[in-house]
Nanobody
Framework: QVQLVESGGGLVQAGGSLRLSCVSSGHTFNMFSLYTVGWFRQAPGKEREFVAGVRGTDDNLDYADSVKGRFTISRDNAESTVYLQMNDLNPEDTAVYYC???????????????????WGQGTQVTVSS
């Protein structure tokens, strides 16, 4: 079955950087590049929100306005891994970060968490002021 495993979270001071990784397994061999994968985050007492995504249709990238210019999503298809490089972090970025994948090959990009079927366990990112 499909599994997503995140890593790379931690505690960092404001202005610092972290790189999150999401390793995927259980998908159709050699087809990882055709899946839409997104990063979401959920802070205590808040709803889960879209952060960034890479589309399986055309590899275009999507970002939430709050992270544009600071975060970069990328993928290494040979390693079945999606990364989230986070720079210039601030305390408002503190949350559990989740990697998620849409079910179907060539599914379109979407900021709606309900359209993602497979989820990782999450990794905590804490930014101190």
């Amino acid at each position: 079955q499909v599994q997503l495993v995140e890593s790379g979270g931690g505690l960092v001071q404001a202005g610092g950087s972290l790189r999150l990784s999401c390793v995927s397994s259980g998908h159709t061999f050699n087809m990882f590049s055709l899946y839409t994968v997104g990063w979401f985050r959920q802070a205590p007492g808040k709803e889960r929100e879209f952060v960034a995504g890479v589309r399986g249709t055309d590899d275009n990238l999507d970002y939430a306005d709050s992270v544009k210019g600071r975060f970069t999503i990328s993928r290494d298809n040979a390693e079945s891994t999606v990364y989230l490089q986070m720079n210039d972090l601030n305390p408002e970025d503190t949350a559990v970060y989740y990697c998620a994948r849409r079910r179907d090959l060539l599914a379109t990009g979407s900021p709606n968490s309900r359209e993602y079927v497979y989820w990782g366990q999450g990794t905590q990112v804490t930014v101190s002021s």
